[in-house]
């Protein structure tokens, strides 16, 4: 990391916080502080990202109304800007979390930086970068549910309407958890203090450019396990929840195992899907 004579952020450096009370130049101390910046943009984020999905939730017959159109005709521009803001909230509450162990580990090298008063950028660049990423999923899963509302796989309230195809989706999701690719992304989601120290920046646009790095390993880890949204209903809040959790620890974990067994209960989950998909359609017998 070079010396530089200015901070971009530092505790003390470009701030004369004398003329303010004891109390309020203390806490404008702390708040200068990148990891502190860190934790509020990560609560503040996800916290975003769920207030929106729940003024959605709020809401749903109005997005219903704009997505019932899908199956029979052109998208609106409402409609899809409607789907669009969702998946979006998505990703802000369901990764967020999931990376804030990734921004923490980077505001604590640029808290120690900042503290040698070398240059360090705010973690809200990373996590602008971080984001970016997931957006562009967003706007792919926008593309996907109108093309699968249209292939009436997806119902116009978000909801599947084939077991064959949740069942699928949960298969592939159970099969990609014990893919190479998985686990070479997860380790760098599980780790990622080599990569900063290794690949260290001291400009926004450097640091924008880690977080999209550290965004695609987190999308080569996670984009498969998002897609069971398309499974068990895109609006399913439980689900959100639920996999948002799940996501956090695999990246919290340290071995395979938990991994491993996540892959085997989607894949049991998915197979029961297929089994009751089959047996719905199955040709009753006569008594």
């Known amino acids: 990391m070079a010396k530089a004579t200015k901070t971009a952020m530092s505790p003390t450096a470009g701030h004369d916080l004398s ?45 219903e109304a704009l997505c019932r159109p899908l199956a029979v005709g052109t998208p ?18 369901m990764m967020l979390p999931s ?15 900042a503290r040698k008063n070398e240059t360090v950028v705010s973690p809200f660049v990373l996590a602008g970068g971080y984001t970016a990423v997931w957006f562009g999923f967003a706007a792919v899963a926008t593309l ?34 014990f893919s190479a690719l998985k686990q070479a992304c997860l380790r760098q989601c599980r780790n990622p203090f080599p990569f900063f120290f290794t690949n260290w920046a001291t400009t926004p646009r450097g640091v924008f450019r880690l977080g999209l790095r550290q965004g695609l390993f987190c999308l080569g880890c996670c984009w498969a396990m998002m897609a069971v949204m398309f499974a068990v209903g ?29 892959g085997v209960v989607l894949i049991a989950i998915g197979g029961y899907f297929v089994v009751t ?11």
């Open 19 to 63: 003329h303010l009370s004891p109390a309020a130049s203390r806490l404008g101390t702390l708040f200068a502080r990148p990891k502190w910046i860190a934790v509020i943009c990560v609560i503040g984020l996800a916290g975003l990202g769920w207030f929106a999905l729940g003024l959605q939730a709020a809401n749903i017959g109005w997005l």
């Open 76 to 93: 609106t521009a409402a409609a899809v800007a409607a789907i669009a803001l969702m998946w979006g909230a998505m990703t802000l509450a």
């Open 99 to 113: 990376a804030g162990p990734m921004i923490l580990t980077y505001a604590e090298i640029a808290d120690t930086a």
């Open 144 to 177: 996907a549910q109108i093309a699968l509302t249209r292939a009436a796989l997806i119902d116009p309230a978000m909801a599947t309407v084939s077991g064959l195809f949740s069942g699928a989706i949960f298969i592939g999701a159970g099969l990609y958890q």
């Open 234 to 262: 895109v609006m399913n809040v439980v689900w959100m929840a639920a996999l948002g959790i799940i996501m956090t620890l695999e990246k919290l974990g340290t071995g395979t195992r938990f991994s491993q067994v996540l």
């Open 277 to 287: 998909g089959f047996a719905a359609h199955w040709p009753g017998r006569a008594i």
